[in-house]
């Protein structure tokens, strides 16, 4: 069935959390925690390869383990589930097709235990962020995503502070706690989209809302992540570009140019050197060019790699091993696990053909999600759309998907709205 025309997004069930579904959220914060746990938190720089590379070729048992309980969370949330839900077929058909491709990816993999070990990863984060999509509505969703985010930003911020922190010997400080700096980084724009959604909850106490959003935008600065910086911004602006009428729009894009170029010809070179640090967020201008080495890597991936596999790949999580991952990273000069870019990610691993899969799947449930948002359900899919726009723009610049991360599991729950709908309709969400 498809929810764009005959059903709403699911807005059933308790308002109120219960101290049940806190004691979940808190768990899954835990389990994400352990899981994004940078290898620099208890570990000097020059122990990091050796720590990831020791990791990939045995395992990590403690993320092992969390990766389980979030299963077993997930699983139980969808079988538990007390919601009379419909289906999407065309939604559930593409997720299905998807996952089926990147186990069949097993039987030409360059490296299979790997393989066979990432796509059941990558299922055991799907099955938990289908299953939550399941059991929680939309406002509950919304909760949840502050809430863990907010735990998460958190813990990081103590450990910083603690004896324990290594990040005050690096020559560049970047707040990262407990975390990689883009990391918090992304957990930190994530927290302030979620805040920004509920502006329509908290309309008499707007404040309440907007004293936490500067202390994340605070902590983000000092994460000194570029990307989550300017993406998250992107992101905040669509409400504005959609709701905005032509005309409207025409004349306020006019005038905050307008106010640039006087800004320009007032104050000049300080005004130029004004915009660059805040583009820079106080980092070195000098690696922008590149994208701090992004396409050099993605230079290097092309032309020595993907060419020998063009079509479907070296397989799920395969291209990654602990040969690969020494040779390009003393290629690059630094320590590289990923393509820092989740299209290229996949590509290396599925091939055009499972790139093709990927972006017709996340397309169409976009172009759905937009819909759903320019139509009636306005205020109650804003988040959704807002942070599955975060999720695309972002992962032309990291790769988080679909690896265990806090974004997958995101990208997921809202895939999972998308694919399950309820017969109950009411208008709680977006009265409230």
């Given amino acids: 069935m498809d929810y764009a025309t005959n059903t709403a997004i699911k807005e059933t069930g308790h308002s109120q959390l219960r101290l049940f579904d806190l004691c979940i959220f808190i768990c899954i914060t835990i389990i994400f925690i352990i899981i994004e746990l940078s290898p620099t938190a208890f570990a000097s720089s020059d122990e990091v ?158 404040l309440r809302l907007l004293i936490p959003a500067l202390l994340m935008l605070l902590i983000l600065i000092l994460t000194k992540s570029r990307t989550s910086f300017l993406v998250m911004g992107m992101v905040l602006a669509i409400p504005m570009l959609f709701r905005l009428s032509l005309k409207n729009g025409i004349i306020l894009f006019s005038i905050c140019g307008w106010l640039l170029c006087l800004s320009y010809l007032i104050f000049s070179d300080t005004f130029s050197q004004f915009l660059l640090n805040t583009a820079h967020l106080g980092r070195p201008a000098t690696d922008i060019a590149t994208l701090t080495g992004r396409t050099e890597l993605w230079t290097e991936l092309l032309q020595n790699y993907f060419s020998f596999k063009p079509m479907l790949g070296y397989g799920l999580g ?31 691993d599925l091939g055009i053909i499972g790139l ?53 599991f995101l990208a997921w729950c809202i895939l999972g709205y998308l694919s399950f709908g309820s017969r109950q309709k009411n208008n709680e969400f977006t009265k409230a």
């Fill in 49 to 206: 390869l050796d720590n990831i590379t020791r990791a990939i070729s045995s395992g990590d048992l403690k993320r092992q383990l969390a990766l389980i309980l979030l299963f077993l969370i997930g699983f139980s949330l969808m079988i538990s589930s007390g919601y009379k839900t419909d289906i999407s077929i065309s939604s559930m058909f593409l997720i299905t097709l998807y996952l089926v491709y990147c186990f069949s990816s097993m039987i030409w993999a360059e490296n299979m235990e790997l393989t066979a070990k990432r796509c059941i990863t990558l299922l055991f984060v799907c099955i938990a962020g289908l299953g939550f999509s399941r059991r929680y509505s939309l406002k509950q969703f919304s909760t949840f995503v502050v809430i863990t985010t907010a735990l998460c930003i958190f813990s990081a911020v103590v450990f910083e502070l603690s004896p324990w922190s290594l990040n005050y010997e690096e020559d560049e400080y970047r707040m990262g706690g407990l975390f990689h700096p883009n990391t918090l980084g992304v957990y930190c724009a994530l927290c302030i989209i979620a805040l920004y959604s509920m502006r329509h909850w908290f309309k008499s106490s707007l």
């Fill in 356 to 408: 093709f899969f990927v972006l017709f799947l996340l397309i169409k449930n976009y172009f759905h999600l937009l819909k759903l948002y320019l139509g009636k359900e306005g205020n109650s899919v804003e988040l959704l759309l807002l942070l599955f726009s975060f999720f695309l723009i972002h992962g032309i610049f990291e790769a988080k998907f679909p690896l265990p991360s806090y974004v997958s």
């Fill in 318 to 348: 395969g291209f990654w091993g602990t040969e690969r991952v020494f040779e390009v990273s003393a290629s690059q000069g630094w320590t590289v696990t990923h393509a820092h870019s989740m299209y290229l990610d996949q590509l290396l």
